[in-house]
C-alpha cells in the first residue's frame, strides 16, 4: 500500500483479535507499531514475536485505556521509544451484554469507560505527538448505527465513538489529520465467543447476505487502506465493514 513504510502507528486492543490482525497488516506494509493491551499475557507476547518478524522495531505496552493515569504514563513511553507517530487505530473494546432490565450499572459504566472514554483518552494524550498528515482510526460496530438486542451499553458506547469521529473530523482537518471509523460486523474474535453457538448460526447468520462472519484481516485491510495516501481525502466517515448486514 502506498506510503506506509517507515511510519509508526499506535494500535490499541493488539494483543488478539481485530487489533492484532491490524497491527500485522501494518507491519507487512513496513510500518513500525506500538503495540497495546491492557495487560502482559502470553498471547500479547506471542503477537508481538508474529509482528516483529515484520517490523523489528514494534514494541508491545500496557494500560488500561479508561484509565487517564495509565494513558498518560503509557504516551510518555510511547514518545521515549517513537518520537512521534503517524496512525493511532483505537480498537480495544469490551462488551457486557444483558437487556437494560438486567443490566447492573457497573456492566454500563465499564462498557461506557473503556469503550467510549478510553477512546477519548487515547486521543488527547496522542493527538501531540501525531504528525501532519497523520490518520485517526476508531473501531466502532455495526451496533453503534443499527443497535442489537441485550446490548444497550454497547450500542451507545459504539454510536458516541461514531458522534466523536465526525465531530473531531472536523476540528483536525486544518491540521491535515483525518479522522475516520470502520463499523465492523460480526468477525470471529474471542468477543463474538460472548454470543451462543445457536443464536450465531440459527438467528444472526441469516441475516448477513454473503452468509459468513468476517476475518479480523479483513477489518485490518480497511485500516491499512484508511493510513495509506490512497485514501488521504477521506474523512469524517463512517464505514461498514459487514457483509452487507446493514
Ligand atoms: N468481533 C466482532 O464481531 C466485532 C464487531 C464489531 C466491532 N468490534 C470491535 O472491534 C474491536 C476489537 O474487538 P475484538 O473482537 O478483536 O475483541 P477481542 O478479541 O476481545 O480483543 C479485545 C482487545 O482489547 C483489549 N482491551 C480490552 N479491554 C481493555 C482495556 N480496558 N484497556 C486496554 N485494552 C483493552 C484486549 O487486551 P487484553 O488482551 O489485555 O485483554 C484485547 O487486545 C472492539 O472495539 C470491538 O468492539 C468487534
Redesign the pocket.
Known amino acids: 500500500m502506498k506510503g506506509l513504510a517507515g511510519k509508526t502507528a499506535v494500535v ?9 490482525a491490524i497491527s500485522l497488516d501494518l507491519a507487512r506494509n513496513g510500518v513500525v507499531v506500538a503495540m ?4 502482559p ?1 502470553r ?2 507476547k506471542n503477537s508481538l514475536k508474529i509482528i516483529q518478524k515484520y517490523s523489528p522495531g514494534s514494541k508491545l505496552f ?5 484509565n487517564r493515569v495509565e494513558v498518560e504514563a503509557l504516551v510518555r513511553k510511547i514518545k521515549i521509544n517513537f518520537g512521534r507517530v503517524d496512525f493511532l487505530i483505537n ?5 457486557h451484554d444483558k437487556t437494560l432490565v438486567k443490566m447492573t450499572y457497573f456492566d454500563w459504566d465499564e462498557v461506557i469507560n ?2 467510549l472514554t ?1 477512546t477519548f483518552n487515547m486521543i488527547k494524550n496522542v493527538l501531540p505527538i501525531v504528525n501532519k498528515n497523520g490518520r485517526i482510526i476508531n ?5 453503534g448505527i443499527g443497535g442489537a438486542y441485550g446490548q444497550v451499553n ?1 450500542a451507545a458506547s ?1 454510536a458516541g465513538i461514531i458522534g466523536l469521529t465526525k465531530s473531531l473530523a472536523k476540528e483536525l482537518a486544518k491540521q491535515k489529520i483525518t479522522v475516520n471509523a470502520i ?10 465467543k460472548t454470543i451462543p453457538n445457536k443464536i450465531l448460526i440459527e438467528r444472526l447468520l441469516p441475516q448477513i447476505p454473503l452468509r459468513r ?2 476475518e ?1 484481516s479483513e ?1 485490518a485491510s480497511i485500516v491499512t487502506f484508511l493510513c495509506s495516501k490512497n485514501a488521504s481525502y477521506i474523512t469524517g466517515e463512517i464505514l461498514p465493514v459487514d457483509g452487507g448486514l446493514l
Open positions: 490499541t486492543g493488539s494483543s488478539r483479535g481485530i487489533g492484532r497495546m493491551a491492557s495487560k499475557s498471547r500479547a500496557f494500560a488500561r485505556i479508561e480498537n480495544a473494546g469490551i462488551n473503556v469503550n478510553g473501531i466502532s460496530s455495526i451496533v454497547y459504539k463499523c465492523p460486523g460480526y468477525t470471529k474474535t474471542d468477543m463474538l462472519l468476517a479480523p477489518i
